[in-house]
């Protein structure tokens, strides 16, 4: 794949590419270094529809660019008009979009869902305002209250339906407090639309069009890819990688499912059911058991034989596993700058193969499993922790077997040399060396770990990232039911690596809204490390504020809206390959 389509410089490249043709807006903002936040398109549908709600005598139309008052003569007429068209067009979008959401059935509906106040269940069970602002307070009762003589208290609601139209006056130059202006011209400076969000929408119009019945030629002229094709002579090697991408995806796709069950099935079998730490004791002249009471020729024989064979099928499942765990986020990103619906396909696939199901056992095997760990006599001064952060597939040395080797057989060594092998980890995180950083704060240095596994367990932990698609929540749900937040959690707060430390941020982001109140209870320190080592939106409600009740009531209509979704694409694309699926075109 790497030969076919590119190493991470190419992808780069082709990416660089994608954001110039469709004309990203503020993709520098994206960038960790800059301080300037984002938002989405449906955030700011869903800002703008709250908006006009909760003041609707301060919508206003785009022309007030023009009539800024804080405009100097001196401004570029040509920037304002590009503003304006910007902003015009946003505003237009919306109405359509809102318009949309309200009086269509489409099954694209579910796919992106603005949650507005009016229609929170929060906001929805609140009383309205009973009584009229002009209305005079009432005095105190002189009796004392029900309470006060022992009887049932009363809950009072202290929430404000957010929905319902501000009652209260402003002066008469303004309409809408300040500071709602204020953030809404840092919202709508700061919509981000990437150039998947560009083709995911025109698919979308694609599907609405053939909902009506209505000739899709007008939405074609205008599709993204053509304008893609007819611009990408510009640069052969563009060119070359994402037609090359193309053709791959053609000719798999009625194979992918199957290709996706080998790919599980490698990760499925790399397990370790050998105890390593009898296999090191077994090898050390000093305590082998062998060598101690067996004779000259049984040292050998072919027990050590064996266990040169344990080892080295140990080491074959850990690089064929590391060469699968690559295939599969090469063909993620692949996919995903090809088109997103390839991506968005390729890991339901994964999902529907139980990839988090196999994942979670994967994990719970490479770190949580007394054959990766010492004797328990020797375990028996440190907590039981400290042995699973400390004694796992990631700490534990990688089986390097000098007998094993390709220029050791060549030159005839012998198959047993009596020297101790280190297969086990005996050091605690808690004891290795400490040194102070600039901050002054004593940090641990690993530089003794299994490199292989830790690339391994990064491109899975990708991977999982990438099936919990967002708003899509049967997927969280279904890493939820694997319980394996306690062994991430362990990985982040023990192990300090940008590479492992970003998908696991990712994919407690997504998982959190949905937890207990005891559950970020107990894992504020992970909540924090998300606010710390993560770039923020101008919109961040994944902590609170959303509307639960009815995320959980369309969650299921959410994953079927997105089969249909990818049916739809795969089916106008690709009529041919969906045919040996069983799916046929209606035209």
Wanted: with cysteine; proline share 4%.
């Amino acid at each position: 794949m790497l030969v076919e389509f590119g190493t991470s410089e190419q992808l780069a490249k082709v990416d660089a590419f994608l954001v110039k043709k469709f004309d990203v807006k503020n993709k520098e903002r994206k960038s960790k270094a800059n301080m300037q936040l984002t938002c989405s398109r449906v955030d700011y549908f869903t800002f703008a529809e709250d908006s006009r709600d909760r003041y609707p005598q301060g919508q206003q139309s785009p022309d007030i660019l023009f009539q800024d008052p804080k405009r100097s003569e001196a401004d570029d007429v040509s920037t304002l008009s590009s503003s304006f068209l910007s902003l015009l067009a946003l505003s237009q979008e919306k109405e359509s979009f809102m318009a949309m959401r309200e009086n269509s059935t489409s099954i694209s509906n579910s796919i992106e869902v603005p949650r507005t106040n009016k229609l929170h269940s929060l906001y929805g069970s609140l009383p309205g305002q009973t009584v009229h602002i002009a209305t005079p307070v009432p005095s105190p009762p002189t009796t004392p209250s029900e309470f006060m003589s022992g009887g049932e208290k009363v809950r009072k609601l202290y929430h404000v339906n957010q929905g319902l139209p501000f009652v209260y006056p402003f002066e008469e130059s303004q309409r809408v407090p300040e500071a709602i202006n204020e953030a809404s011209d840092l919202i709508e400076e700061g919509v981000y639309e990437s150039y998947l969000a560009k083709r995911i929408g025109h698919e979308r119009k694609l599907l609405l069009a053939k909902e009506r019945g209505i000739a899709s030629a007008d939405i074609h002229s205008h599709d993204p890819r053509e304008v893609l094709l007819k611009t990408i002579v510009d640069d052969a090697s563009v060119s070359r990688s994402l037609d090359r991408v193309e053709k791959y995806y053609r000719k798999i796709l009625k194979h992918l499912r199957a290709f996706v069950d080998v790919l599980l099935g490698v990760l499925k079998t790399s397990k370790i059911d050998i105890s390593l730490r009898d296999l090191e004791r077994e090898l050390d002249p000093e305590s082998s058991f062998t060598g101690r009471f067996g004779s000259e020729h049984t040292r050998n024989s072919k027990i050590f034989s064996m266990i040169y064979h344990q080892l080295d099928v140990l080491r074959a499942k850990e690089i064929t596993l590391k060469a699968v765990s690559a295939i599969m986020v090469l063909t993620l990103r692949w996919f995903k700058v090809s088109h997103p619906m390839k991506a968005i396909y390729f890991n339901s696939l994964l999902f529907d193969a139980r990839f988090m199901s196999v994942f979670a056992e994967f994990l719970g095997d490479s770190f949580n499993n007394s054959a990766l760990q010492n004797f328990a006599s020797e375990n028996k001064v440190m907590q039981t922790y400290d042995v699973i952060s400390s004694q796992n597939r990631l700490m534990n040395p990688s089986v390097n077997v000098a007998q094993l080797g390709f220029f050791e057989a060549c030159q005839g060594l012998p198959e047993y040399c009596p020297q101790k092998y280190a297969l086990v980890n005996k050091t605690p995180i808690g004891k290795l060396p400490q040194n102070p950083n600039d901050a002054n704060i004593s940090t641990v240095n690993i530089s003794e770990f299994n490199h292989d596994f830790c690339f391994i367990l990064i491109n899975l932990l990708n991977v999982t990232n990438k099936i919990l698609v967002k708003n899509i929540l049967q997927r969280v749900f279904a890493f939820n039911e694997t319980k394996s937040t306690d062994l991430l959690k362990m990985l982040l707060l023990n192990y300090v690596n940008e590479d492992l430390r970003k998908p696991i941020l990712r994919i407690f982001k997504k998982i959190t809204p949905y937890q207990g109140r005891k559950w970020r209870a107990l894992n504020m320190d992970v909540i924090s490390l998300v606010y710390l080592h993560m770039k923020l939106s101008l919109r961040d409600n994944w902590l609170s504020g959303k509307d639960l009740e009815n995320e959980f009531k369309d969650s299921l209509e959410q994953e079927i809206s997105l089969r249909s979704f990818l049916q739809f694409y795969n089916v106008r694309n690709y009529s041919e390959e969906m045919k040996s699926l069983g799916y046929a075109s209606r035209r």
